[in-house]
C-alpha cells in the first residue's frame, strides 16, 4: 500500500476546485487549503485498518436493479420541466456556448 | 393548544373538539409570534396550510378522514422537493427555486391530509452539524436563543421545542434527525435505511441519506413513520416491505414494562470526549431501564472509532458526485461572468458564488479522495471499513436487541463557536455516524437536562436493519418512565419565547 499523502497544498486545491468547476477566489484557497488539511490528516489513517481480504461495502444493504412494466405513464409537461431554468429558447434550456474559440 | 401533541390532536380532530382549521391557524400564529426569534422557517405557506385544512375538515364532516393524522399540520425541511412552495436545501444556488414536484414524502403527507406549514432552515445541502451553514442565517436553540440547535436539521427540531409545528420531518446522513433531536430535547427517528422513499429528498450522500419523523414524542414519530415509510418504485433503493407496527409498539412500550429486553451499551461510543451531565443522564436512564426489567450487557463495537474516518470519505465523494448536478444550465442560479464566457466559466462562476464554504470543503475533499491515485487509499479503505462497522453491528446485535449510547457528546454549543474549525464540528455526530454506513435504524429521545448547563441531553437506541418497531417499543418504555419520574414532559420546561403559550 503506498503512503496517503496527509497534507494537501494550495495548489492542489485550485486544481481539485478546477476538477470540481468551481472557481475559488485567492482568499478561499487560503482559508479553505489548511483546514482541508487538518480534515484529510484525520481521516488518512483509513488506509491502514482493513485487511485487504475485507469485501468493500457500497450500500448498507444489498442493491439489485429495479425495472418496471415499459408502458407510457403520465410526466413533466415540457412548461414543467422548464420552469426552473434561468434561461429558455423555443421549449428548450438555453445553455451558453459549449465550445472555445479553437 | 400549540403545546399538545400530534396524537393529541388527532384525537381532539376526531372527538369534533377542535378544527384543522383552527388547528392550523395557531399554529401560523405561533409562528408569527416566535420564528423572528427562532428562525426555523424558511418559508411559510399559511395560504396553503390554511387550504389543506378547510379540506381535512371538510373529509372529517364527511366521515372520511384520510389517515390517523387528518388535519394535523406538519413542518417539512428544505431538502425535499414541495411543488408550488420554494424549495433551496438552504443554498443560494437554488435560491427561489419552486419545484415542479413533490417528493414521494410530501406526496404521502398530501394524501395523509397534513397541512404543511412551510419549509424548515438547515445546513447547506445538510451539511453540519448547527444549521449555521445555512445561506439564510442560523436558526437558534428555542432553550438558549445563543445557541445552535444541531444540524444539519437544526430548523425542524427547533420547530417542533418552540411548538411552532406538533410535527415535522427531517432527512439524516450522518445525525441531522438525531443530533438535532438531542439537543433541542426531541424525538428524531432514522428509519432504516430504504424504508422511506428518497424520491425527491435532494441527494447529498445517497448511500446514506433517510428522511424520517422529528416530533415531540415517542408516539408521534411512529404516528408520522407509518405514513411516509413504505415501498416507493420511484426510488430504485426502497425496501419492499410494509411501514407498520410502530404505532402498536409505541403503545406497547408506553406500558413501562422492559422485562426480558436485552440492552447493549456500545464501549466505544461513550467515557472521553462525553460531557459529564450527558453522561449522568445516560447512566441515570440505563438504571431506569433495569428497574423496569431490561437486562444491560456491554457491547463493543471496535471499528466504530474509525466510523467517522470513513464518514468523512464516503460522504464528499458521494456528495462531491451529486452536487455535479447544480451546473446552472437547467434550473438554480446562474451567474454570468463578464464578455463572452463559455458554459464552463458559467459553471465555475455560478458554483462559487451559490456554495458556502462547507459545500465547497466537502466537495473538494470528495473530488480528492476519488481521484486516481488516491482512490484505493481513501475511498476503496473506507467502503472496506464500512463492511467492518456492518459486521460490528451483526456481532453486538446477537447479544442485545437494541443499542444505546448518548446521542451526541456534548449538549447544544453557542453559535459561532465551532464555525470555522470543520473538525471539532464533525465530532458532533461521532455517536450517529455508525448507524448510517450500516443502514440501521435509530432514534434519539430526550434524557434530561444536563448538570452544568440545563440543556437536553439525548439518548440513541439502535435496532437492526427492518426492525424500527423495537425503537418504539423500547423508546416509548424509556420516555414514559422518565416522563414519570419528572412528573411531566422535558419540552414543557422550554423556556418562554417571545409570544403568549
Known amino acids: 500500500m503506498s503512503a496517503t499523502p496527509t497534507a494537501i497544498t494550495r495548489e492542489q486545491v485550485r486544481h481539485l476546485a478546477d476538477l470540481a468547476r468551481i472557481d475559488l477566489e485567492d482568499a478561499e484557497l487560503d482559508h479553505l487549503a489548511p483546514q482541508l488539511s487538518v480534515i484529510l490528516e484525520s481521516v488518512a489513517s483509513i488506509s491502514a485498518i482493513a485487511a485487504d481480504d475485507i469485501e468493500p461495502t457500497s450500500h448498507a444493504l444489498p442493491l439489485t436493479n429495479v425495472f418496471r412494466d415499459d408502458v407510457v405513464v403520465p410526466s413533466l409537461s415540457a412548461a414543467a420541466a422548464l420552469s426552473g431554468a434561468p434561461q429558455v429558447e423555443e421549449q428548450r434550456f438555453a445553455v451558453p456556448k459549449i465550445l472555445g474559440e479553437e | ?501
Open chain 2, 1 to 501: 393548544m400549540i403545546t399538545r401533541s400530534a396524537a393529541q390532536l388527532a384525537a381532539a380532530l376526531e372527538s369534533g373538539e377542535t378544527t384543522s382549521a383552527q388547528v392550523t391557524e395557531a399554529f401560523l400564529n405561533r409562528i408569527g409570534a416566535v420564528d423572528g426569534d427562532v428562525h426555523a422557517f424558511l418559508q411559510v405557506d399559511s395560504d396553503g396550510a390554511m387550504a389543506a385544512a378547510a379540506a381535512s375538515d371538510a373529509r372529517r364532516a364527511a366521515g372520511a378522514p384520510a389517515s390517523a393524522l387528518d388535519g394535523v399540520p406538519i413542518a417539512v425541511k428544505d431538502v425535499l422537493a414541495t411543488q408550488g412552495i420554494a424549495t433551496t436545501c438552504g443554498s443560494k444556488i437554488l435560491q427561489g427555486w419552486v419545484p415542479p414536484y413533490d417528493a414521494t414524502v410530501v406526496a404521502r403527507l398530501k394524501a395523509a391530509g397534513l397541512p404543511i406549514l412551510g419549509k424548515t432552515n438547515m445546513d447547506e445541502f445538510a451539511m453540519g452539524s448547527s444549521t449555521e451553514h445555512s445561506a439564510y442565517g442560523p436558526t437558534r436553540n428555542p432553550w438558549d436563543l445563543d445557541r445552535i440547535p444541531g444540524g444539519s436539521g437544526g430548523g425542524s427540531a427547533a420547530a417542533i421545542a418552540a411548538f411552532e409545528a406538533p410535527l415535522a420531518i427531517g432527512s439524516d446522513t450522518g445525525g441531522s434527525i438525531r443530533q438535532p433531536g438531542a439537543v433541542t430535547g426531541t424525538v428524531g427517528v432514522k428509519p432504516t435505511y430504504g424504508g422511506v422513499s428518497r424520491y425527491g429528498l435532494i441527494a447529498m450522500a445517497n448511500s446514506l441519506d433517510q428522511a424520517g419523523p422529528v416530533t415531540g414524542s415517542v408516539l408521534d414519530a411512529a404516528l408520522l413513520h407509518e405514513v411516509i415509510g413504505g415501498h416507493d418504485p420511484l426510488d430504485s433503493t426502497s425496501i419492499n416491505a410494509p411501514a407498520t407496527g410502530f404505532v402498536e409498539a409505541a403503545k406497547q412500550g408506553a406500558n413501562g414494562d422492559l422485562s426480558g429486553v436485552k440492552i447493549g451499551v456500545i464501549t466505544e461510543l461513550g467515557g472521553e470526549g462525553y460531557q459529564a451531565g450527558v453522561l449522568a443522564r445516560f447512566n441515570e436512564s440505563l438504571e431506569v431501564m433495569v428497574a423496569a426489567g431490561a437486562q444491560i450487557v456491554e457491547v463493543s463495537c471496535p471499528s466504530f472509532v474509525h466510523a467517522l474516518a470513513a464518514y468523512y470519505l464516503i460522504m464528499p465523494s458521494e456528495a462531491s458526485s451529486n452536487l455535479a448536478r447544480f451546473d446552472a444550465m437547467r434550473y438554480g442560479l446562474r451567474v454570468t461572468p463578464d464578455g463572452d464566457p463559455s458554459a464552463e466559466d458559467v459553471m465555475r462562476a455560478t458554483r462559487d458564488a451559490g456554495f458556502g464554504d462547507e459545500v465547497k470543503r466537502r466537495i473538494i475533499l470528495g473530488t480528492y479522495a476519488l481521484s486516481s491515485g488516491y482512490y484505493d487509499a481513501y475511498y476503496g479503505s473506507a467502503q472496506k471499513v464500512r463492511t467492518l462497522i456492518s459486521r460490528d453491528f451483526e456481532a453486538a446485535f446477537a447479544q442485545a436487541d437494541v443499542l444505546v449510547s448518548p446521542t451526541a457528546p456534548t449538549t447544544a454549543f453557542k453559535l459561532g463557536e465551532k464555525l470555522d474549525d470543520p473538525l471539532s464540528m464533525y465530532l458532533n455526530d461521532i455517536a450517529t455516524i455508525p448507524a448510517n454506513l450500516a443502514g440501521v435504524p435509530g432514534m434519539s429521545l430526550p434524557c434530561g437536562l444536563a448538570d452544568e448547563d440545563n440543556l437536553p441531553a439525548g439518548f440513541q437506541i439502535l435496532a437492526p436493519a427492518m426492525q424500527d418497531a423495537r425503537l418504539y417499543r423500547v423508546g416509548a418504555a424509556l420516555e414514559s418512565l422518565l416522563t414519570k419520574q419528572w412528573g411531566g414532559r422535558l419540552l414543557d420546561r422550554v423556556p418562554e419565547l417571545g409570544g403568549a403559550r
